[in-house]
């Protein structure tokens, strides 16, 4: 049986929680204010823009929009080897007539797998490029190579992700 003090303990939370509830009236959630429409230093046939906001990387804006990351950098020459962003600085993310590669295999996958690949693995916990390279026979860099999307490092290796170990 409840305590008299939980019942009026409850009785006030419910009370308290009843004068808060109030319905809302809808609001038209649409910006008047325009996307940027340059990104400084980016390539002049940009089209298409993001601004960054604090906690983006290269590699999850790409990867985002299906872009593999080698040609989000080639798009943005501005940022540097190790493609530092600034929040609230605008970078390209798309070109005329340019095409997000349909990816092929098993998903999820990392933008430009090539379509050729012939063996995936799926990583694990724990898990390491190095590893992955070396239990399928293969060298780092063909590892990489095979695989566009980590940008040459190890550091966006996702456990769950599908990753090409043979050509």
Excluded at 6 to 31: D, E, F, V
Excluded at 36 to 53: E, H, K, L, M
Excluded at 154 to 161: E, S
């Amino acid at each position: 049986m409840l305590s008299s003090a939980l019942i009026s303990l409850l009785a006030i939370l419910g009370s308290a929680c009843a004068l808060n509830i109030q319905p809302r009236q809808a609001t038209n959630t649409t910006s008047l204010t325009p996307g940027p429409t340059s990104a400084p230093g980016a390539i002049p046939t940009c089209n298409a823009f993001y601004t960054v906001v604090r906690g983006d990387s290269c590699w999850q804006i790409s990867h985002d929009r299906g872009i593999p990351l080698d040609v989000f950098e080639s798009w943005n020459p501005q940022l540097n080897a190790n493609c530092f962003l600034v929040p609230d600085h605008v970078v390209c993310i798309g070109v005329p007539g340019y095409t997000p590669p349909v990816p092929v295999g098993p998903q999820p996958q990392l933008p430009g797998i090539p379509a050729s690949c012939k063996k995936y693995y799926l990583v694990q916990a724990g898990d390491g490029c190095f590893n992955i390279a070396a239990a399928n026979r293969i060298s780092l860099d063909a590892f990489y190579a095979l695989n566009p999307g980590l940008g040459g490092k190890c550091d966006q290796l996702l456990v769950g992700y599908y990753y090409c170990v043979e050509g």
